[in-house]
């Protein structure tokens, strides 16, 4: 059975730092691209950082550029979301996503609250 489970999540003030964790099972995680995503309360899920398989490429939203940092571990089968200098307009829920061969799955989320 395919399954992501995401961990990490929580409330921190403003300019603190979390480490979203998403542990992979049920597929060949190193052959995966791996995602994260967000939604805040009303409004869309929207992507904030994808890696590649291997690691040798990453994207970022522009919003979390310099602050956060996606990286994986294709021997835990872990992708990592980094989260440095929160702002309260990162309060979201939190999911990460796999693609591999054409099917994708979905985490169950974790929250994420900045605020003073």
């Not at 603190?16 to 099972?25: D, F, K, V, W």
């Not at 989260?83 to 990460?96: E, Q």
């Amino acid at each position: 059975q395919v399954q992501l489970v995401e961990s990490g999540g929580g409330a921190v003030q403003p300019g603190g730092s979390l480490r979203l964790s998403c542990a992979a099972s049920g597929f060949t995680f190193s052959k995966g691209g791996m995602f994260w995503y967000r939604q805040a309360p009303g409004k869309e899920r929207e992507l904030v950082a994808s890696i590649s398989s291997g690691g040798e490429f990453t994207n970022y939203e522009d919003s979390v550029k310099g602050r956060f940092t996606i990286s994986r571990d294709n021997v835990k089968d872990t992708v990592y979301l980094q989260m440095n200098n929160l702002k309260p307009a990162d309060t979201a829920v939190y999911y990460c996503r796999a693609i591999v061969g054409g099917q994708t799955t979905w985490g169950q989320g974790t929250q994420v609250t900045v605020s003073s």
